[in-house]
């Protein structure tokens, strides 16, 4: 398992940029996927993006694709979430998640699939 803290939310203007971070502990961190789900007010929780342990391959959610970009740091032990042209409908909290399976990429999109969560952290974006 790893243990998860997220930072980097606030509150920001339509349009503006937001770097969300995710440090981890555990010496798995580098073996597991690594994803960012969030849930806004009075919506259920949802996928944003996953990148693989390696980094070889991201993927991301039609909603947020071409504006936010999924990174990490193994030698950190450290996840990113780059955040651009954010609008209303991005506010939410965010959370940082690592899979369940080392060198697992399945149903990435599965919250299921995630044993360990950060406590989140907040994005609102002003119109």
């Known amino acids: 398992h790893v243990q998860l803290v997220e930072s980097g939310g606030g509150l920001v203007q339509a349009g503006s940029s937001l770097r969300l971070s995710c440090a981890a502990s555990?010496?798995?961190?580098?073996?597991?996927?690594m994803a960012w789900f969030r849930q806004g007010p009075g919506k259920e929780r949802e996928f944003v993006a996953a990148i693989t342990w390696s980094s070889s391959s991201s993927l991301y959610a039609d909603s947020v694709k071409g504006r936010f970009t999924i990174s990490r740091d193994n030698a950190k032990n450290t996840a990113y979430l780059q955040m651009n042209s954010l609008g209303p409908e991005d506010t939410a909290v965010y959370y940082c998640?690592?899979?369940?399976?080392?060198?697992?990429?399945?149903?990435?999109?599965?919250?299921?699939?995630?044993?360990?969560w950060g406590q989140g952290t907040q994005v609102t974006v002003s119109s």
């Open positions: 555990g010496r798995t961190f580098g073996s597991r996927t």
């Open positions: 998640v690592a899979h369940r399976i080392l060198y697992d990429s399945r149903n990435i999109y599965s919250p299921g699939q995630y044993d360990d």
